[in-house]
């Protein structure tokens, strides 16, 4: 009898989560770009960069491919998302991850630097609850060395421009629907087939049990802020809160 072991394709997972974050955000790639852009402008093209609530690991991904000389840490909690991260980046030296909770008071503890050049992260602290998002921005400003960057691709709607809003969210509702009606997996059907994979089946129950099923809403507890709110919580972290270092670094704040 020959036994058999089940082995996960990583870089398919790794694709497969990029298609479904495509259908919320079609400009991801761009995102990406603007972000890239700016770390190389800011620090330079081989920067330190924590990569901040990472999940497969898409920013790591490609700010290795744009920079060889750079280097990344992947922080996050999700142990599903960090299993495709790690089994992905497996033959990568300059890509490293840490399970940690950005709610907890010393996640920055268990990074393996002690600054970074640039911390990126993107459509993810809208996760956090506001007075969470505003002791997250106080550490960040620990982390980041000083003339580092921070960058920020989230929702970060204006309340100011209503009528826009609601344009552009049924004009992304529509181009969804078409999307999904070719055959493009939403939030929850990812998981559903996450769920269903032999190696992915225990690290998503394991998510499950921390975060909840996404078939019932697991994004209850997040909340979306403008971008003045982000921009005035972050000088806030940067001038008025020491970091988890004791620092009070001179840094680049930016968010889109």
């Known amino acids: 009898m020959t036994d058999t ?18 259908w919320y955000l079609p400009d991801r790639e761009e995102r990406f770009r603007v972000m890239l852009d700016a770390v190389e ?18 920013i790591s991904d490609r700010a290795l491919r744009r920079f060889p000389d750079a280097t990344s840490t992947g922080v996050d ?3 599903a998302l960090l299993t495709i991260a790690r089994g992905h980046f497996a033959a990568e030296p300059r890509a490293e991850f840490v399970t940690a909770d ?3 008071p010393g996640w920055a503890g268990r990074l393996p630097h002690r600054r970074y050049d640039a911390v990126l ?5 809208h996760w956090l609850r506001s ?11 620990g982390v980041v060395r000083e003339g580092g960057v921070f960058l920020n691709a989230d929702h970060m709607p204006d309340p100011a421009t209503p009528r826009l809003n609601a344009a552009d969210h049924a004009f992304r509702k529509e181009r969804q629907a078409r999307a999904q009606a070719e055959g493009a997996q939403d939030w929850a059907q990812w998981w559903q087939a996450a769920a ?40 806030e972290g940067a001038s ?17």
């Open 102 to 104: 950005l709610r907890d």
């Open 5 to 22: 072991v089940a082995v996960a394709d990583w870089q398919a997972w790794q694709r497969s989560w990029d298609r479904q974050q495509e």
């Open 240 to 256: 008025g809160r020491r970091g988890p270092y004791g620092a009070r670094p001179r840094t680049r704040w930016c968010s889109g």
């Open 77 to 79: 909690l999700d142990p």
């Open 196 to 235: 269903r994979d032999e190696v992915l089946a225990g690290p998503v129950a394991e998510r499950f049990t921390i975060f909840g099923n996404p078939a019932n809403g697991d994004h209850a507890d997040g909340e979306t802020q403008s971008v003045a709110w982000h921009a005035e919580a972050l000088r």
């Open 41 to 58: 402008a800011v620090v330079g093209p081989a920067p330190r960069i924590l990569d901040l609530a990472c999940g497969t690991g898409s």
């Open 131 to 141: 007075d969470e998002l505003r002791v997250l921005y106080g550490q960040i400003a």
């Open 121 to 125: 992260t993107a459509t993810a602290l």
